[in-house]
């Protein structure tokens, strides 16, 4: 079993209890690097839907035309495709180990 749990390396202090109640569950915490876009499945998300915008042929000329579509195009996202997301997440971690959080082919 696989969980993600995430926590921005600036606010860390504020995290004491919850790293501590983690550790005292023997759970393994993953130090995350805080700027890893490889690592954060929102940029695909974001990627995703912004190819999606593009696709519709028509571009969005206002930015309220862009707001009316985005609740389309973000339930268009389908719960399989948020777990292949996270599923993913594994075989990224070592070339963002080896790259030392710098750009890697991901």
Known sequence: MFFF?????????QMIDAWEFLQNAEIDILRWPARSP???PIENVWDNMGRQVQQRGMPCRTLQQLENLFPEIWNSLT???IQNLFEGL???ILPVIRARGGNNRF
């Open 5 to 13: 749990l995430t926590s921005p390396g600036s606010v860390y202090y």
């Open 38 to 40: 490889d690592l954060n």
């Open 79 to 81: 719960q399989e495709y």
């Open 90 to 92: 594994p075989r990224r």
